[in-house]
Antibody, heavy 114, light 112 residues
Framework: QVQLKESGPVLVQASETLSLTCTVS????????VIWVRQPPGKGLEWMGI???????DYNSALKSRLSINRDTSKSQVFLKMNSLQTDDTAIYYC????????WGQGASVTVSS | DVVLTQTPPTLSATIGQSVSISCRSS???????????LHWLLQRPGQSPQLLIY???RLESGVPNRFSGSGSGTDFTLKISGVEAEDLGVYYC?????????FGSGTKLEIK
């Protein structure tokens, strides 16, 4: 059974760095990529970036300067780090499987406090 | 970056009514490998998004066949043939052809 689960802090201070982990099961990160998506309160979905099965990455143009995505294939974990947080980074952060997005985590709610 | 324009932003339907949602892309979504990576998602209230249709017209496993997708190039459509109460939520198109990938702005389906 394919599963993804996000974990990380609920509250982060403005100007600090957000670190989130996506732990996957039921598939290998060497066979599938993982995408990060976020959704501000009451708004639509925003594609953040992908780590492909070969380890390469692509990022949202608007976030590229402060976003990085890495992985540990042995632990089946994908990591998101985003620095210089502002209050408008408050959102639910999801990880989802590969470019088809056929499986999603339950989301991690992150509030950025000023 | 590719811009996906989704219409209408809201849709109100009665049970049993058929509805369509349009998704237009600022550039062709035909990949160099011959595939077109345009997908449709549904986000029910309080839930994570779920995949309904992938690669324009392929029905995801477990999704009712009242959902169908069509289109090519830059114009795509999701059709629900006979809306049911459980279909309420926000529908998104998303393209996976050109990185960075992008979402449409969403269509909220309400049940009258």
């Amino acid at each position: 059974q394919v599963q993804l689960k996000e974990s990380g802090p609920v509250l982060v201070q403005a100007s600090e760095t957000l670190s989130l982990t996506c732990t996957v099961s039921g598939f290998s990160l060497t066979n599938y990529g993982v995408i990060w998506v976020r959704q501000p309160p009451g708004k639509g979905l925003e594609w953040m970036g992908i780590i492909w099965r070969n380890g390469n990455t692509d990022y949202n143009s608007a976030l590229k300067s402060r976003l990085s995505i890495n992985r540990d294939t042995s632990k089946s974990q994908v990591f998101l780090k985003m620095n210089s947080l502002q209050t408008d980074d408050t959102a639910i952060y999801y990880c989802t499987r590969d470019y088809v997005m056929d499986a999603w985590g339950q989301g991690a709610s992150v509030t950025v406090s000023s | 970056d590719v811009v996906l324009t989704q219409t209408p932003p809201t849709l109100s339907a009665t049970i049993g009514q058929s509805v369509s949602i349009s998704c237009r892309s600022s550039q062709s979504l035909l990949h160099s490998n011959g595939n077109t990576y345009l997908h449709w998602l549904l986000q029910r209230p309080g839930q994570s998004p779920q995949l309904l249709i992938y690669s324009v017209s392929r029905l995801e496993s477990g999704v009712p066949n009242r959902f169908s997708g069509s289109g090519s190039g830059t114009d795509f459509t999701l059709k629900i043939s006979g809306v049911e109460a459980e279909d309420l939520g926000v529908y998104y198109c998303v393209q996976g052809t050109h990185a960075p990938f992008t979402f449409g702005s969403g269509t909220k389906l309400e049940i009258k």
